[in-house]
Nanobody, 117 residues
Framework: QVRLVESGGGLVQAGGSLRLSCAAS????????MGWYRQAPGKQREWVAT???????KYADSVKGRFTISRDNAKNTVYLQMNSLKSEDTAVYLC???????????WGKGTLVTVSS
């Protein structure tokens, strides 16, 4: 099993920055890619960014140019650097890990990001 624990959320003003962390533990050697999703109040969960084992990245259009996903393999941690934050970015941010070979997805419990205007 894979366990994911997010951290780094908080309250920030529009235009500010925040860095989220996702620490993975367990059978992480089988993970193909990891990513971030978010769920705002009253809205559906949406995909934000993904990073694969070969370090390729992909972003949702809404965060391109503002967010950067990265990883530190030595620490088994994935990060999401969030710059130029907008009120629309307010959401619970959830870490996701994919084990494509076993067709299993893992989720963290989330960390709350609140952007004030």
């Amino acid at each position: 099993q894979v366990r994911l624990v997010e951290s780094g959320g908080g309250l920030v003003q529009a235009g500010g920055s925040l860095r989220l962390s996702c620490a993975a533990s367990g059978s992480i050697f089988s993970i193909n890619g990891m990513g971030w999703y978010r769920q705002a109040p009253g809205k559906q969960r949406e995909w934000v960014a993904t990073i694969t084992t070969d370090s390729s990245t992909k972003y949702a259009d809404s965060v391109k140019g503002r967010f950067t996903i990265s990883r530190d393999n030595a620490k088994n941690t994935v990060y999401l650097q969030m710059n130029s934050l907008k009120s629309e970015d307010t959401a619970v941010y959830l870490c996701n890990a994919e084990d494509a070979g076993n067709q299993v997805d893992y989720w963290g419990k989330g960390t709350l990001v609140t952007v004030s205007s």
